[in-house]
């Protein structure tokens, strides 16, 4: 079947971010074609203020480049302006007459600056501020000239203002308001901002309305000359702005900043039907042409035109979702706040700020320190927000805001902020922005903000790894990784970049895990040595990072042939117990299935007492820990544990842990398989074998799940069909639920599942990295290519996991009971 | 105590790693971490990590340093110094090897 033809009109930041979102969902489900009139590809238009202040290049701003286009092909026509859509045919055509036909079409085509409809407003020097070609005119005159004037006070005009001036120019904003922002601040809060900008330099004239624009002095002369030899009249270079009250005030560059207007010229020379935008509907489908899928700017959504990016890429979502044929998501308009670019200036605005006579404010000002807060509330709720000066706490209220927190808990205290990050740490990652300096970023070891905001400014940091190294940020369990790198990004600004292609292992190489992991494969390295002479490690003997990594790629593909390095070894592998923070270890035999018997509870107690052990605790993974235990008893304790019967529990190791059963068919009314029975099974297929991370299973004996197996890396959920697999889940502190992979009849295809997808993610994961992110990198179709769709690779992979097994299953702590490694375990005592 | 003192041989010290020394002296137990590198060198640190006290005899061996197991700072076996960008000392002895036999001196 021909692939179906998506035309795409206006290359922008909403058209584009649809492409990317229908690219995730539906990879080569069309042939698509873009049209754009601008002559680069898709650029980051918010990103103009800052180029035109001189902060960033052009070349930051691009969002897909050429290549990125051609890598997915995308066939990419630039400085094309699409000047006619043949609905009946299906197809576009440009201005200079080619056409492309389409099956789905999408338009995007933003929108264009108000020009005022006054006399002069043709002039040369009389532009908006919309695109790059505006910028380099404005950057132009900067250079030539030295009046500017520009006439709007919002966002917009604002932000050019501050960058003409930055440029040298001499800058008037012209306001036919009462105060500046007044869609954004209420009028105290303008005042301080229009304090701060006088500062820098910037001139206000308020309730002033632009009567025309007059044409440069020497102009306006060759003008009457002009007419008095009775030609037309050039239209020369603006020269001044002259007012209604008569005031006129020198010009040689004027930007309009009084608004957009959606720009539907196009569609409606089609026929859509536009009223203040082009109309859709909920599925982001133009109401007149079911074909025709339409967003940004250019777009009139249940009556509102929105001109900002947030809410544009929630509706590329949806339009996307509908262009890939899934068909479920519905775009329901949004809620917008608002920030201003000015460098040195923050201010925050959303929702209801002026407020009315059914709501109450809370408001805090300190002139002085140039700070002013507003909240708007309605029945206990935030309802709007207009804060100037501090702004951290900007996202949280925005947070509250849409959600419809109730308040009434911290009324009080709101107005000072939200001063912790409180639970998550896994919020967008501008909530990091907003963070006060105090607020703790890495929990494992107690980094504050503050401190890392100070290092990577002081000490010029640039990536996660120096900030790892000089702050320890991150540097533990990981899971603020992504926080300190918003940190990062925003201290940093535009010249991080937040996902190198390629990441090196450790310090000590260039390779990344996966050509490591190639290499030993395809080049049959089968030492420590081997490796780091093959790929020119630049250390002698690895790092505490690296030699733990290449020690568990060796062996997870040499298990036959590679000697486990225990030197190579965190502590707890090479001790075969959970180090605790007083030097300590706990032991936890394995317990097949979480069944137990008196004998093996008796064995369990007299160990407990013999070694005095202090504290005895059920864990979550059905096992029984005894904790406290110095180092030199563990041979003695495991030897006794291991004349009873048991074996390692693993529950140090990067290794399988345990399996979960709940009660099952066995007793359980609800039961319709014997789950116990299958997951002692599965341990005993499993155990022993080391992962790239920690590894449970688990089983349940229906769908009411009582053994949680929709959070373990491996869950199997009883049915009465038979089994459901399901994989990717954990706990911990982020919790991911498992992705269904496959539903299976019997307790053998069960078993060659668990081996197949174990092995899997043996071979591939990178060392340290847990099945879920894992799942996420690699994607689930991956995985049920390998594991469900290929039967044969799936018989290979259980083999291999089996052959593994042979060598893996030797209980490390019977060995250690009879004395292997036993310098590990008794010190060398001298007494003075 | 100004001694040499025979403390072991090198073959019971694995090789990047380490065996622990405890000192008792007056009630109080001291304990030194005694490293051995790939490259065969015999170090003698406290085996108290700068930071917070984390025992370093459990560390990975690399070059000349260990890494210590409760939040990775590394330390110089030979100065005791922690690398930058971390900032802390540990306490360092003198050792010596004579045909095998390993010698550490207290003072
Ligand atoms: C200086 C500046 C600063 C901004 N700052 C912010 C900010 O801080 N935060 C925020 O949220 N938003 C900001 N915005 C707004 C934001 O950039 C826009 O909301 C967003 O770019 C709109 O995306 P779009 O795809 O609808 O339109 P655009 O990005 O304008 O894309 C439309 C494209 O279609 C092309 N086109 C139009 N007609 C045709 C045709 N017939 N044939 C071919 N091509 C055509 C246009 O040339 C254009 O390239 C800012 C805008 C500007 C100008
Ligand atoms: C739909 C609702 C549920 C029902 C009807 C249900 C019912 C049951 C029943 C009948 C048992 C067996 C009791 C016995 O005979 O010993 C059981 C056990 C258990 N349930 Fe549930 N359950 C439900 C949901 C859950 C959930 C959501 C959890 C936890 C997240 C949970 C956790 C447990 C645990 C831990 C056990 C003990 C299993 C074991 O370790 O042996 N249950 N449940
Ligand atoms: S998961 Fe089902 S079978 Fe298992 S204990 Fe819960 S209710 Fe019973
Ligand atoms: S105790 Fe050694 S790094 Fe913290």
């Known amino acids: 079947m021909a692939r179906m033809k998506l035309v795409l009109v206006g290359n922008g930041m909403a058209g584009m971010r649809t492409l990317e979102e229908l690219l995730k969902a539906a990879p080569g489900m069309y042939?698509?074609?873009?049209?754009?009139?601008?002559?680069?590809?898709?650029?980051?238009?918010?990103?103009?203020?800052?180029?035109?202040?001189?902060?960033?290049?052009?070349?930051?701003?691009?969002?897909?480049?050429?290549?990125?286009?051609?890598?997915?092909?995308?066939?990419?026509?630039?400085?094309?302006?699409?000047?006619?859509?043949?609905?009946k045919n299906r197809y576009v055509e440009t201005d200079d007459g080619m056409r492309a036909e389409y099956d789905r079409l999408l338009l995007a085509t933003g929108s264009k600056p108000f020009i005022l409809p006054v006399p002069g407003a043709d002039l040369e020097g009389v532009i908006g501020f919309r695109d790059i070609a505006d910028v380099d005119r404005m950057i132009q005159a900067s250079s030539q000239y030295k009046h500017a004037v520009v006439i709007g006070g919002g966002l917009l005009g604002l932000e050019a203002a501050n960058g003409l001036k930055l440029r040298g120019m001499d800058v008037s904003v012209v306001h036919i308001g009462d105060w500046l922002l007044e869609r954004q601040l209420d009028e105290p809060a303008a005042r301080l901002l229009q304090q701060n900008l006088e500062a820098k330099g910037l001139k206000f004239l308020l309730r002033k309305q632009t009567a025309e624009l007059l044409p440069c002095r020497s102009e306006l002369a060759r003008d009457q000359d002009a007419r008095i030899a009775g030609k037309p009249a050039p239209t020369g270079r603006v020269g001044a702005v002259r007012f209604k009250d008569g005031e006129t005030i020198p010009a040689d560059l004027v930007v309009m900043a009084v608004g957009i207007r959606p720009n539907t010229e196009l569609a409606e020379s089609a026929g859509l039907h536009c009223n203040r935008g082009l109309v859709v509907n909920d599925t982001m489908q133009t109401i007149t042409d079911a074909r025709i899928y339409a967003v940004g700017e250019c777009v009139s959504h249940r009556g509102i035109a929105y001109g900002l990016v947030a809410p544009l890429f929630e509706q590329a979502k949806v339009a996307a979702n509908h262009l890939a044929e899934h068909g479920v998501a519905r775009y329901q308009g949004s809620m917008t706040s608002t920030k201003l670019k000015v460098t040195g200036i923050d201010l925050f605005s959303a929702g209801n700020f002026m407020g009315d006579s059914s709501t109450e404010s809370l408001v805090f000002s300190d002139a002085a320190a140039g700070t002013y807060k507003k909240l708007v509330l309605k029945d206990n709720k935030l309802v709007g927000a207009c804060i100037y000066g501090d702004t951290i706490d900007g996202t949280w209220y925005f947070d509250m805001l849409r959600e419809g927190t109730d308040i009434a808990q911290f009324r009080k205290t709101i107005l000072f902020g939200q001063h912790h990050l409180g639970d998550s740490g896994h919020g967008p990652a501008e909530r990091v922005a907003a963070l006060p300096d105090s607020a703790e970023i890495?929990?494992?070891?107690?980094?504050?903000?503050?401190?890392i905001v100070a290092a990577i400014r002081d000490l010029k940091l640039f990536t996660l790894d120096e900030v790892k190294a000089h702050t320890k940020a991150s540097a533990s369990c990981g899971s603020c990784t992504g926080l300190v790198e918003a940190v990062l990004?925003?201290?940093?600004g535009g010249n991080y970049s937040a996902a190198p292609s390629k990441k090196p292992l450790c310090k000590c190489t260039?390779?990344?895990?996966?050509?490591?992991?190639?290499?030993?494969?395809?080049?049959?390295?089968?030492?420590?040595?081997?490796?780091?002479e093959a790929l020119e490690w630049s250390t002698p003997d690895g790092c505490a990072s690296c030699r733990p990594a290449v020690n568990y790629y060796l062996l997870a593909r040499w298990p036959a042939e590679y000697q486990d390095d225990a030197q190579s070894r965190f502590t707890n592998e090479r001790a075969h117990g959970n180090i605790q923070k007083d030097g300590s270890f706990s032991v936890v035999p394995r317990m097949w299935g979480g069944l137990t018997n008196p004998k093996e509870l008796r064995a369990i107690a007299d160990v407990a007492e013999k070694y005095k052990v202090p504290e005895v605790k059920v864990t979550g993974g059905q096992r029984i820990d005894l904790f406290g235990v110095k180092k030199t008893d563990l041979p003695a304790m495991w030897k006794d544990l291991s004349d009873a019967g048991f074996v390692s529990g693993h529950a140090y190791g990067k290794a399988l842990r345990t399996v979960k059963t709940c009660v099952g068919a066995k007793w359980c009314r609800f039961g319709t398989q014997d789950s116990t029975g299958l997951g002692v099974k599965l341990e005993q297929l499993t155990w022993g074998s080391w992962m790239p991370h920690k590894y449970k299973l688990a089983v349940s004996g229906c769908p009411r799940n009582c053994a949680e197996a929709t959070i373990k890396d491996f869950g199997v959920v009883c049915?009465?069909?038979?089994?459901?697999?399901?994989?990717?889940?954990?706990?911990?502190?982020?919790?991911?639920?498992?992705?269904?992979?496959?539903?299976?009849?019997?307790?053998?295809?069960?078993?060659?599942?668990?081996?197949?997808?174990?092995?899997?993610?043996?071979?591939?994961?990178?060392?340290?990295?847990?099945?879920?992110?894992?799942v996420e990198r690699v994607g689930l179709a991956h995985i049920k290519a390998k594991v469900v769709d290929d039967a044969a690779g799936r018989a290979e992979l259980y083999e291999r996991f089996k052959f593994g097994q042979q060598f893996a299953q030797i209980d490390p702590w019977k060995e250690r009971a009879e004395g292997a490694e036993a310098h590990e375990f008794q010190p060398i005592r001298i007494s003075a | 105590m100004n001694d040499w003192i025979a403390i072991t041989h090198l073959d019971d010290i694995p090789r990047q790693g380490a065996r622990v020394v405890e000192l008792s002296h007056d009630d109080a137990v001291n304990r030194i971490a005694l490293f051995r590198t790939a490259a065969d060198e015999i170090y003698a640190v406290r085996d108290k990590c700068p930071h917070r006290g984390g025992p370093l005899s459990e560390g990975i061996v690399h070059g000349g340093q260990v890494t210590c197991p409760l939040h990775s700072w590394k330390i110089d076996l030979v100065t005791?110094?922690?690398?930058?960008?971390?900032?802390?000392?540990?306490?360092?002895?003198?050792?010596?090897?004579?045909d095998g036999q390993v010698f550490l001196k207290l003072a």
């Open chain 1, 719 to 774: 049915v009465d069909s038979g089994y459901e697999l399901h994989v990717g889940g954990n706990g911990g502190i982020k919790v991911r639920v498992t992705d269904l992979l496959t539903k299976v009849e019997t307790e053998e295809q069960v078993m060659e599942y668990t081996g197949a997808f174990a092995q899997l993610y043996r071979e591939e994961a990178h060392y340290l990295e847990r099945t879920a992110p894992w």
């Open chain 1, 489 to 492: 990004a925003h201290t940093v």
């Open chain 2, 80 to 98: 005791g110094e922690a690398v930058l960008p971390d900032k802390g000392c540990a306490r360092t002895y003198a050792t010596k090897v004579e």
């Open chain 1, 510 to 532: 260039e390779h990344s895990h996966d050509e490591v992991i190639a290499a030993i494969k395809d080049q049959g390295l089968k030492t420590m040595d081997a490796v780091f």
């Open chain 1, 31 to 87: 042939d698509i074609t873009v049209f754009g009139d601008e002559p680069h590809p898709n650029y980051n238009r918010i990103m103009l203020s800052p180029v035109l202040a001189g902060e960033q290049t052009v070349e930051q701003s691009v969002l897909n480049s050429r290549e990125w286009y051609a890598t997915n092909g995308i066939t990419l026509h630039t400085g094309k302006r699409v000047a006619k859509i043949d609905r």
């Open chain 1, 442 to 451: 890495c929990g494992c070891n107690g980094v504050c903000k503050g401190t």
